[in-house]
Structures are given as structure tokens and as C-alpha cells.
């Protein structure tokens, strides 16, 4: 699914920004980090979390990553989202993503997070658009 | 609407993340120059963007712009965005977005697009999330 030219940029560490879907249709977007593993991205997030909700209600995301050197040169992948409940392998999964971007210090970061169950969201590319 | 801290940030020149909405109700992201004006954002894109359409069948949006120095310091705006379709208008306003990102590039930057004619994107903010 993913191009190797994807998985490059997919790579760096950029942020993502992922839209879902309100209760009455609307959009809702926020700031996060992921992963990606093979054809799909991973991300970390409460389970009381707005996009939680959102996703068990309707799973389809937009998802867009940047080049961090270069915003304009972006992918969204278009797509469905599983959530899975599993707080301890989600908390694993968050040091593999936090050391994405801060290195050493992922460790350090997971451990401080509040008791609050963690959720892992699976990013599943149906379309990608490609804008470089 | 916008809080003087609002306006702070919108007025920084980072970029708007914007989510509107396909035709089967699933969420599209784009990466956006914009400005704000008064309580609204202006965005311009070419009349024939995947956008453009999405919005005059479901006025529905999201919008999220970070501080350029730290992403997770946004704001989410969800509203409803107006398509007013002048090309002229759309030109000059460009020019003064421009501006905001390449300084005095912009009235060349503008000069050199192409004769699509383009359509100005007037976001009005419903609901503003602060995530600082």
C-alpha cells in the first residue's frame, strides 16, 4: 500500500493530523503522534478521548503527515480506524512512538502518564493522496 | 469570538490544517495558507478543488493551527465555511495571506498562478477547542 517514497516520509518524525467524525457528521481534527507499522499507522490516545468515541461510532479517519522540513509536501491517507482496548500493550506501543521524538526520553514520559486506560488507534490506508 | 490568546496565535504564520467533508460523509484534509480577519479565517483555493465542492454541498469544517514553534499548542475552530466565488477578490486577498508567509514574494507569488479562477474560503467559528 505504502510507496517507498511513502514510508520515507512516513519516517520522519512529523506530526500527525487526523480528522473523525462528530456524533452529527461534523469534523474533528487534532495534533498527535504516531508510528507507522508496515501498511499502517499507529497512535496512542485516553480511551475517554473525543476521537475514541468518535472512531467506535464511525471509523473513517483522514490522517495527514507532513514532511517536518517541508509542510506542502504532505500525504493523506484516507482510511478506517480500529480501536483496541489494551492498556498495557498501548502504553508499550507509546514508548516505540515517544522515542520517535524524543528519543531517550520516551521511557520517561510513558511512565509519567496518568492511570487513565490508553487505547491504541490502527490506521488502515484505503486511499492515499499524495501531494509531492 | 477569538480570545486575545486566539488572536495571538492565529496571528503567527503558521499553517491551517482544514478537514471538510466527501461526498459519503467521510472527513478530507489539506494543508492551508490562510489569515484572519476579524472573527473569520480567508483561505483561497482554485475553484475546481476537491475542497471547494465539499464545502458548498456540506458547510461543515475543521480547522487547526498551531503555533509554528510548538504543534501541540493549538486551536481547533469547527464552524461552517462560505464559498464566495471572485476570482478578482480572491487574488488580492491571496496576496495579502501571501504575505503573511513570504513577505514581499507575494504580490510575484500571486502574479504567477494560473488562470483558474479561485474562490475565497470564509471560515466562521462555531466552537473553539484551545489546547494551551
New interface residues.
Given amino acids: 500500500m505504502f510507496t517507498d517514497a511513502d514510508r520515507e516520509l512516513l519516517d520522519l518524525s512529523g506530526?500527525a493530523?487526523m480528522?473523525?467524525?462528530m456524533p452529527d457528521?461534523?469534523?474533528?481534527?487534532?495534533?498527535l503522534w504516531y508510528r507507522r507499522v508496515d501498511d499502517t499507522l499507529r497512535i496512542i490516545c485516553p480511551a475517554s478521548a473525543q476521537k475514541r468515541r468518535n472512531l467506535e461510532r464511525d471509523p473513517?479517519?483522514?490522517?495527514?503527515v507532513?514532511d517536518p522540513q517541508s509542510?506542502?509536501r504532505?500525504l493523506?491517507i484516507?482510511g478506517q480506524a480500529e480501536v483496541v482496548h489494551d492498556d498495557t500493550g498501548a502504553r508499550a506501543e507509546l514508548v516505540q512512538i515517544a522515542r520517535r521524538y524524543i528519543g531517550a526520553q520516551a521511557e520517561a514520559y510513558a511512565a509519567g502518564l496518568s492511570a487513565d486506560p490508553r487505547v491504541i488507534l490502527v490506521v488502515r490506508p484505503e486511499r492515499i493522496i499524495r501531494?509531492f
Same sequence: chains 1, 2.
Wanted: proline share 4%.
Fill in positions: 506530526f493530523r480528522a473523525t467524525l457528521g461534523a469534523p474533528q481534527l487534532t495534533v473513517r479517519v483522514a490522517v495527514i507532513e509542510a506542502f504532505f493523506e484516507r501531494h
